[in-house]
Protein backbone atom coordinates (compact mmCIF):
# COMPACT_ATOMS: atom_id res chain seq x y z
CA UNK A 1 0.00 0.00 0.00
CA UNK A 2 1.65 3.12 -1.29
CA UNK A 3 2.86 5.78 1.36
CA UNK A 4 0.76 8.89 -0.61
CA UNK A 5 -2.78 8.91 -1.75
CA UNK A 6 -3.71 10.00 -5.40
CA UNK A 7 -6.53 11.49 -5.92
CA UNK A 8 -8.59 11.29 -9.12
CA UNK A 9 -7.21 7.88 -10.25
CA UNK A 10 -8.11 9.10 -13.86
CA UNK A 11 -9.19 12.70 -15.03
CA UNK A 12 -9.99 13.77 -18.59
CA UNK A 13 -10.68 17.31 -19.49
CA UNK A 14 -10.70 19.05 -22.47
CA UNK A 15 -7.43 20.98 -23.65
CA UNK A 16 -7.36 24.50 -22.14
CA UNK A 17 -9.08 23.52 -18.80
CA UNK A 18 -7.34 24.01 -15.67
CA UNK A 19 -6.70 20.75 -13.66
CA UNK A 20 -5.58 19.98 -9.88
CA UNK A 21 -3.84 16.99 -9.11
CA UNK A 22 -3.80 15.77 -5.67
CA UNK A 23 -1.80 14.10 -3.42
CA UNK A 24 -2.34 13.37 0.25
CA UNK A 25 0.57 11.33 2.74
CA UNK A 26 0.12 9.48 5.75
CA UNK A 27 2.46 10.47 7.47
CA UNK A 28 4.52 13.77 8.11
CA UNK A 29 6.11 14.26 4.95
CA UNK A 30 8.83 17.00 4.31
CA UNK A 31 9.92 16.50 0.89
CA UNK A 32 7.51 15.94 -1.94
CA UNK A 33 7.68 15.56 -5.77
CA UNK A 34 5.53 14.94 -9.43
CA UNK A 35 6.93 13.06 -11.98
CA UNK A 36 5.11 12.28 -15.16
CA UNK A 37 5.52 9.29 -17.54
CA UNK A 38 3.52 10.28 -21.29
CA UNK A 39 2.79 6.66 -21.65
CA UNK A 40 5.29 4.76 -23.47
CA UNK A 41 8.47 6.83 -22.74
CA UNK A 42 10.25 7.26 -19.38
CA UNK A 43 9.23 8.86 -15.90
CA UNK A 44 10.13 12.83 -15.59
CA UNK A 45 10.77 14.72 -13.16
CA UNK A 46 8.89 17.35 -12.56
CA UNK A 47 9.28 19.47 -9.41
CA UNK A 48 10.52 18.86 -5.85
CA UNK A 49 9.24 20.59 -2.86
CA UNK A 50 10.25 21.41 0.29
CA UNK A 51 9.40 23.06 3.08
CA UNK A 52 6.19 24.73 1.05
CA UNK A 53 8.60 25.97 -1.41
CA UNK A 54 9.94 24.86 -4.59
CA UNK A 55 13.22 23.73 -4.43
CA UNK A 56 13.80 22.79 -8.03
CA UNK A 57 12.03 22.32 -11.28
CA UNK A 58 12.94 20.83 -14.71
CA UNK A 59 12.63 22.37 -18.17
CA UNK A 60 9.24 20.45 -18.18
CA UNK A 61 7.61 22.63 -15.54
CA UNK A 62 6.97 26.15 -17.20
CA UNK A 63 4.32 28.44 -16.01
CA UNK A 64 1.46 26.62 -17.00
CA UNK A 65 2.35 24.53 -13.71
CA UNK A 66 2.33 25.41 -10.20
CA UNK A 67 2.50 23.48 -7.14
CA UNK A 68 1.37 23.91 -3.44
CA UNK A 69 0.71 22.54 -0.20
CA UNK A 70 -2.59 24.55 0.99
CA UNK A 71 -3.91 22.87 4.05
CA UNK A 72 -0.18 21.57 5.39
CA UNK A 73 -1.70 18.25 4.33
CA UNK A 74 -2.90 18.12 0.84
CA UNK A 75 0.06 18.98 -2.21
CA UNK A 76 -1.30 19.60 -5.28
CA UNK A 77 -0.23 19.98 -8.99
CA UNK A 78 -2.35 22.58 -10.75
CA UNK A 79 -1.79 22.53 -14.93
CA UNK A 80 -3.81 25.83 -15.69
CA UNK A 81 -4.47 25.62 -18.83
CA UNK A 82 -4.06 21.75 -20.39
CA UNK A 83 -2.48 21.01 -23.41
CA UNK A 84 -3.00 17.60 -25.37
CA UNK A 85 0.91 16.80 -24.61
CA UNK A 86 0.15 17.31 -21.13
CA UNK A 87 -1.61 13.81 -20.95
CA UNK A 88 0.34 11.31 -19.17
CA UNK A 89 0.39 9.56 -15.74
CA UNK A 90 1.51 11.90 -12.92
CA UNK A 91 3.05 10.67 -9.43
CA UNK A 92 3.24 12.14 -6.50
CA UNK A 93 6.46 11.10 -4.52
CA UNK A 94 7.95 11.74 -0.94
CA UNK A 95 11.20 11.50 0.45
CA UNK A 96 13.79 12.65 2.44
CA UNK A 97 15.96 14.48 0.64
CA UNK A 98 18.41 12.24 0.03
CA UNK A 99 17.79 8.39 -1.76
CA UNK A 100 20.67 7.34 -0.03
CA UNK A 101 18.74 7.38 3.74
CA UNK A 102 15.42 5.98 2.11
CA UNK A 103 14.53 5.79 -1.53
CA UNK A 104 11.57 7.73 -3.20
CA UNK A 105 8.70 6.07 -2.24
CA UNK A 106 6.14 6.67 -5.43
CA UNK A 107 1.91 7.33 -5.21
CA UNK A 108 -0.13 4.92 -7.47
CA UNK A 109 -0.54 7.91 -10.15
CA UNK A 110 -3.36 9.84 -11.82
CA UNK A 111 -3.74 9.18 -15.55
CA UNK A 112 -4.73 12.29 -17.12
CA UNK A 113 -6.34 12.61 -20.44
CA UNK A 114 -6.85 15.98 -22.65
CA UNK A 115 -9.07 15.96 -25.55
CA UNK B 1 18.65 13.97 -24.03
CA UNK B 2 18.61 10.31 -22.94
CA UNK B 3 21.10 10.26 -20.32
CA UNK B 4 19.50 6.94 -19.20
CA UNK B 5 19.30 4.53 -21.88
CA UNK B 6 17.37 0.79 -21.41
CA UNK B 7 18.09 -0.61 -24.87
CA UNK B 8 15.92 -3.73 -24.65
CA UNK B 9 12.26 -2.64 -24.19
CA UNK B 10 11.03 -6.25 -23.24
CA UNK B 11 12.77 -9.46 -22.04
CA UNK B 12 11.10 -12.93 -21.80
CA UNK B 13 12.44 -15.54 -18.91
CA UNK B 14 11.77 -19.01 -18.41
CA UNK B 15 10.41 -19.34 -14.52
CA UNK B 16 13.45 -20.50 -12.24
CA UNK B 17 16.35 -19.00 -14.78
CA UNK B 18 18.28 -15.75 -14.10
CA UNK B 19 16.64 -12.23 -15.29
CA UNK B 20 19.70 -10.00 -16.27
CA UNK B 21 18.50 -6.31 -16.80
CA UNK B 22 20.73 -3.87 -18.64
CA UNK B 23 21.16 -0.06 -18.26
CA UNK B 24 23.78 2.38 -19.81
CA UNK B 25 24.25 6.05 -18.64
CA UNK B 26 26.01 8.93 -20.49
CA UNK B 27 26.60 11.48 -17.32
CA UNK B 28 29.46 10.95 -15.61
CA UNK B 29 28.22 13.36 -12.93
CA UNK B 30 25.51 10.22 -11.68
CA UNK B 31 26.70 8.90 -8.47
CA UNK B 32 23.25 6.92 -7.38
CA UNK B 33 21.85 4.60 -9.13
CA UNK B 34 18.15 3.15 -8.30
CA UNK B 35 15.93 0.00 -9.81
CA UNK B 36 12.50 0.54 -9.43
CA UNK B 37 9.55 -2.11 -10.48
CA UNK B 38 6.20 -1.15 -11.96
CA UNK B 39 3.14 -3.04 -12.20
CA UNK B 40 0.01 -1.36 -14.86
CA UNK B 41 -1.91 1.23 -12.57
CA UNK B 42 0.57 1.06 -9.81
CA UNK B 43 3.54 3.67 -9.14
CA UNK B 44 7.07 2.58 -9.01
CA UNK B 45 8.24 0.78 -6.31
CA UNK B 46 11.39 0.83 -5.05
CA UNK B 47 13.66 -2.52 -5.66
CA UNK B 48 17.40 -2.07 -4.83
CA UNK B 49 19.78 0.93 -5.21
CA UNK B 50 24.02 1.04 -5.41
CA UNK B 51 26.19 3.88 -4.80
CA UNK B 52 29.30 4.35 -7.37
CA UNK B 53 31.63 3.63 -4.44
CA UNK B 54 30.53 0.44 -4.81
CA UNK B 55 30.47 -2.30 -7.76
CA UNK B 56 28.09 -4.72 -6.07
CA UNK B 57 24.94 -4.70 -4.07
CA UNK B 58 22.58 -7.67 -3.34
CA UNK B 59 19.45 -8.37 -1.63
CA UNK B 60 17.88 -11.19 -1.60
CA UNK B 61 17.25 -12.67 -5.39
CA UNK B 62 18.31 -9.09 -6.87
CA UNK B 63 21.69 -7.69 -7.57
CA UNK B 64 23.07 -4.90 -9.36
CA UNK B 65 26.18 -4.73 -10.61
CA UNK B 66 27.82 -1.51 -11.48
CA UNK B 67 30.75 -0.78 -13.85
CA UNK B 68 31.52 2.68 -14.07
CA UNK B 69 33.95 2.93 -16.57
CA UNK B 70 31.64 1.33 -19.09
CA UNK B 71 28.83 3.46 -17.45
CA UNK B 72 26.59 0.24 -17.05
CA UNK B 73 24.82 -1.04 -14.50
CA UNK B 74 23.12 -4.10 -14.67
CA UNK B 75 20.04 -6.27 -12.46
CA UNK B 76 20.03 -9.55 -11.91
CA UNK B 77 16.98 -11.61 -10.51
CA UNK B 78 17.52 -15.31 -9.67
CA UNK B 79 15.65 -17.46 -9.22
CA UNK B 80 12.78 -15.81 -11.19
CA UNK B 81 9.74 -15.74 -10.40
CA UNK B 82 5.80 -15.50 -12.40
CA UNK B 83 5.32 -12.27 -9.82
CA UNK B 84 8.48 -10.32 -11.11
CA UNK B 85 6.93 -10.06 -14.15
CA UNK B 86 6.82 -6.03 -14.71
CA UNK B 87 8.33 -3.04 -15.91
CA UNK B 88 11.51 -2.63 -14.78
CA UNK B 89 13.50 1.26 -14.37
CA UNK B 90 16.92 2.06 -14.07
CA UNK B 91 17.19 5.84 -12.48
CA UNK B 92 20.40 7.67 -11.40
CA UNK B 93 20.70 10.59 -9.36
CA UNK B 94 23.47 13.03 -9.06
CA UNK B 95 24.91 14.29 -5.76
CA UNK B 96 24.68 11.05 -3.91
CA UNK B 97 21.59 10.36 -3.19
CA UNK B 98 19.39 13.32 -4.72
CA UNK B 99 15.97 12.74 -5.12
CA UNK B 100 15.42 14.11 -8.58
CA UNK B 101 15.80 11.55 -10.44
CA UNK B 102 16.54 10.48 -14.20
CA UNK B 103 14.80 6.97 -15.36
CA UNK B 104 15.30 4.82 -18.58
CA UNK B 105 12.61 4.09 -20.81
CA UNK B 106 11.77 0.41 -18.96
CA UNK B 107 12.31 -3.00 -19.63
CA UNK B 108 9.03 -5.10 -19.67
CA UNK B 109 10.05 -8.48 -18.37
CA UNK B 110 8.08 -11.29 -18.38
CA UNK B 111 8.79 -14.63 -16.66
CA UNK B 112 7.16 -17.31 -18.66
CA UNK B 113 5.91 -20.33 -16.12
Known amino acids: EPEVTQTPSHQVTQMGQEVILRCVPI?????FYWYRQILGQKVEFLVS????????KSEIFDDQFSVERPDGSNFTLKIRSTKLEDSAMYFC?????????????FGNGTRLTVT | DQQVKQNSPSLSVQEGRISILNCDYT??????FLWYKKYPAEGPTFLIS?????DKNEDGRFTVFLNKSAKHLSLHIVPSQPGDSAVYFC????????????FGTGTRLTIIP
Open chain 1, 93 to 105: AWGTGSSYNSPLH
Open chain 1, 27 to 31: SNHLY
Open chain 1, 49 to 56: FYNNEISE
Open chain 2, 27 to 32: NSMFDY
Open chain 2, 50 to 54: ISSIK
Open chain 2, 91 to 102: AASESFGNEKLT
